[in-house]
């Protein structure tokens, strides 16, 4: 047996004002963004938003459905709309923040693991890391200099069989 151990590296800010102009910039977009969730049942909002390569700013928000499996996260819903808005495009940065009824947000939460094998992937897909910045509506930023760092096992397709690639199977 041989004893390992995962180290992860992350700049922590104790309020949003010792970010850099663009980062807070970007944490106002993913703010806004709370304005267009749905969330009627949970009544947790997510907003998020991404710097794209060419500076601009995309926002986008979780859609809960009665169907729980069937909502969608914020950073699931805005990876999507890059992909269809501005496909020739790559995401540089993301923000995160949250909000809802009876909840404190003063500190940063993590994406859930569905979102974060899709932002692994789509650093795969850019061939570049996406800088993740995580925050309440106060409080303690952290800052990440990749989404991989939040999931250091992750599963690629790397590991899937030729023919997941190629429907012909050859």
Do not use: W
């Not at 992350?10 to 980062?23: A, G, V």
């Amino acid at each position: 047996m041989t004893a390992k151990e995962i180290r992860i590296a992350y700049e922590s800010y104790t309020s949003r004002m010792e970010l850099y102009p663009q980062d807070r910039e970007l944490l106002s977009a993913a703010d806004a963004a709370l304005d267009t969730a749905h969330a009627p049942y949970s009544r947790f909002r997510v907003g998020a938003a991404v710097r794209l390569s060419d500076g601009s700013i995309l926002r986008g928000a979780n859609q809960e459905n009665a169907s729980f499996p069937a909502g969608i996260c914020a950073e699931r819903v805005l990876l999507s709309a890059v992909s269809a808005v501005s496909p020739h495009l790559s995401v540089s940065s993301l923000a995160i923040t949250y909000a809802g009824e009876g909840i404190d947000s003063s500190h940063p939460l993590a994406p859930c693991g569905v979102c974060r094998q899709t932002l692994a992937e789509y650093e795969d897909r850019y061939r570049h890391p996406i800088r993740l910045i995580l925050s309440g509506q106060a409080g303690i930023v952290q800052v990440f200099t990749s989404a991989c760092d939040l999931l250091p096992f992750r599963f690629s397709g790397t590991e899937l069989p030729v023919s997941a690639f190629d429907p012909s199977g050859t």
